[in-house]
């Protein structure tokens, strides 16, 4: 069964989502509201906790296959737990979704400050690339 992806993070860049997931599905702008982005402690990538009023952007992601959502779960690791909610996009229309929220046992590595996906682009997508371990663990593994 194919579901949808909201991405609020590192999987916003396509091309680590490729990379990550084996496939590039089509994306649209989305929003998840009664949440909140958070930097992680020394980290290039945020975690998503609940938050009553919050409001964090993204994209979603159509129709991603099992063998995909296999390595996404492998890719976020334990530190993360899928979940589904319901992203807004086009300011009207609902959609059901998947995405990864931070289990509340590695809520203490995040910082009490906001993740900036444009300061992601400009100032830790390359060293993300080059230096997480998830990251390559995953691309480099066949399913």
């Known amino acids: 069964m194919k579901r949808n992806l909201f991405a609020y993070g590192t999987l916003m860049c396509e091309d680590i989502l490729s990379a990550v997931a084996g ?6 702008a989305a929003v998840l509201k009664d949440y909140r ?27 991603i296959k099992p063998a995909a959502w296999a390595r996404l779960d492998r890719f976020e690791g334990a ?3 899928r979940v589904s909610v319901v992203v807004e996009f086009d300011d009207v229309t609902l959609v ?15 910082e009490p400050v906001e993740w900036d996906f444009e300061g992601f682009l ?3 997508k390359d060293g993300f690339v ?9 691309r480099t593994q066949s399913d």
């Open 37 to 63: 982005r958070l930097k992680v402690r020394g980290e290039q990538y945020p975690g998503l906790i609940h938050h009553p009023g919050g409001w964090v952007e993204g994209l979603l992601y159509r129709d």
């Open 96 to 110: 059901q979704a998947d995405t990864y929220l931070i289990r509340p046992e590695s809520e203490h590595r995040l």
């Open 23 to 28: 496939c590039a599905p089509a994306s649209a």
């Open 79 to 81: 530190m993360y737990e």
């Open 130 to 138: 080059r230096d997480y371990a998830g990251y390559e663990s995953v």
């Open 122 to 124: 400009a100032h830790g």
